[in-house]
């Protein structure tokens, strides 16, 4: 996990969350550091593991025909 979280893509996309918790927030950003890990790669990681386990079968196979 921590080497896909390293490697960096040349296209990106921006995404904006709020989080009500300003501890939550906190927590993420010095666990992160800790780790030395970038917060939007760890997210992006979370994201993506969950899109996969929660989408419908088949959603996500044809992602690039739908684009």
Do not use: H, Y
Request: aromatic residues 4%; glycine residues 2%.
């Amino acid at each position: 996990m921590i080497a896909q979280l390293m490697a960096k893509k040349a296209k990106s996309d921006r995404l904006t969350i709020s989080i009500d918790s300003v501890d939550l927030k906190r927590q993420f950003d010095i666990t992160c550091t800790w780790k030395e890990l970038n917060m939007s790669d760890v997210a992006q990681s979370l994201i993506s593991d969950w899109a996969k386990s929660n989408a419908p079968p088949g959603l996500l196979t044809n992602e690039k025909q739908i684009s």
